[in-house]
DNA sequence: CTTTATGCAAACGATTTGCAATCCT
DNA sequence: AGGATTGCAAATCGTTTGCATAAAG
């Protein structure tokens, strides 16, 4: 059977194994808040984590901590969208697609949509030549949305 | 693929024209702050203008207000290299070339080049087509350079 | 038991704001 | 004169850090 590419929900056991084998502890926050991120719809700020622990809480500086350490794993991207703050995805090494993609941001409501394609190999070829190393791009679009324009 | 020093400069006059057509005053740092800018070779932080005014110092929350002002005028572009603050751009009236290009920071030396050439008009295409509409795009390359490599 | 994680409070850096004094038109 | 601008100090906001205690391996 078929696994949706766009849901890279974790459970449990899963969170935990993704902790293991990143050499993190498998701490009650850190599955937490690794679930948290995995389950959702759009890359999530600090403060949108802390919010929604819920009963799981905790200092918000444990929630920094945390996605720093995932951050330096490599389990999740840090994204800027032009807001004044870092929102982080989970990069889920099952899913093919959470890999590398962009986004789309409306500049009225706010509202992020995900876009799965991207192809800059030609700037990235053209860069190179100039002696650049391990590329890395960043690419987001902003626009007003169909709802707001 | 070039990689371009744009030469933007502005001379006093100048600077005060541009000033006026965009409704600003005429103000000692207002002239000087928007003179830095267009000699800048690439995009400065606020502390960079601010560390650079010598003797037509001023506060820095002036810069801050000052800048603010130019980017609500259209008189520079705000951009994110991936730094914990922002950098600003002139944006030139009379330069083709300043109205939009991109950047290549080493993530090492954080040298920062300019890119001219940009053509990301599928992608915008593509999401017009989901109903997006005054579509802005943002895009910035790190890497290493051959310097650091 | 030794290391790592967490809570709490304080520290920080970038950016913003209130207010009184000063400059621009 | 009257609104815009600036300096200064204090306030915000996101993020980091030091330290003492609790949890993980």
């Given at each position: 059977m078929k696994i949706k590419c766009c849901d890279s929900s974790l459970d449990e056991n899963k969170a935990k194994d993704l902790l293991s084998n990143s050499g993190l502890n498998r701490t009650k926050m850190k599955v937490t808040i690794l679930l948290e991120l995995s389950s959702a719809k759009t890359p999530l700020s600090v403060a949108d984590i802390y919010q929604e622990l819920g009963d799981e809480s905790c200092d918000k500086s444990t929630v920094f901590r945390t996605i720093n350490q995932f951050k330096e794993k490599g389990l999740v991207r840090e994204i800027n969208l032009g807001e004044d703050f870092n929102r982080y995805e989970i990069i889920n090494p099952?899913?093919?697609?959470?890999h590398h993609h962009h986004h789309v941001r409306c500049r009225e409501c706010g509202d992020i949509k995900l876009i799965e394609k991207c192809d800059l190999s030609p700037f990235e070829k053209m860069i190179s030549k100039?002696?650049?190393?391990k590329m890395e791009h960043y690419l987001e679009f902003t626009g007003i949305c169909s709802k707001c324009a």
């Open positions: 099952d899913h093919e697609h959470s100039l002696g650049y190393k």
